[in-house]
């Protein structure tokens, strides 16, 4: 069941490129920067995340990031989505991601698993929302 939302953020994709390695599948890495709340502690995360095609349409994406609160307190985080059909011509992801810190404001989240919709938009505008997953 899902349970309260826990996070908002906004941000931008500031980077992208393909990788193919050893003449492997071709995947597309993107890096993003954004800034909200989560549990009311204001956030900057930094994410890079990998995506390829699947073989039935579609992308299955796999990424980290960390989370840095304002005074400092770091966070880890590890997910996985899918590419879904959303607002056209951007694209929507949902998925699930998981967090490690040792942040007395965050530490709720370590045995929690985070269930999450992105919205980008053509622009590289990122709409970022996290709800725990009871």
């Known amino acids: 069941m899902i349970g309260e939302m826990v996070g908002e953020m906004t941000g931008k994709v500031v980077g992208q490129r393909l990788t193919r390695h050893y003449g492997g599948e071709l995947k597309i890495?993107?890096?993003?920067?954004?800034?909200?709340?989560i549990l009311g502690t204001e956030v900057t995360l930094l994410a890079t995340f990998?995506?390829?095609?699947?073989?039935?349409?579609?992308?299955?994406?796999?990424?980290?990031?960390?989370?840095?609160?304002?005074?400092?307190?770091?966070?880890?985080?590890?997910?996985?989505?899918i590419r879904v059909p959303g607002k056209e011509?951007?694209?929507?992801?949902?998925?699930?991601?998981?967090?490690?810190?040792s942040?007395?404001?965050l530490s709720r989240l370590n045995d929690v698993a985070l269930v999450f919709e992105?919205?980008?938009?053509?622009?590289?505008?990122?709409?970022?929302?996290?709800?725990?997953?009871?």
């Open 29 to 37: 890495e993107r890096t993003m920067e954004s800034k909200g709340r």
């Open 118 to 134: 992105i919205e980008i938009d053509p622009d590289g505008t990122v709409q970022d929302r996290m709800w725990e997953w009871k």
């Open 103 to 105: 942040s007395p404001a």
């Open 50 to 81: 990998w995506s390829k095609e699947r073989p039935q349409g579609g992308m299955f994406s796999k990424g980290n990031g960390i989370m840095m609160t304002q005074t400092g307190e770091k966070a880890v985080l590890h997910g996985s989505g």
């Open 89 to 101: 011509p951007g694209w929507s992801m949902r998925g699930v991601r998981y967090l490690q810190t």
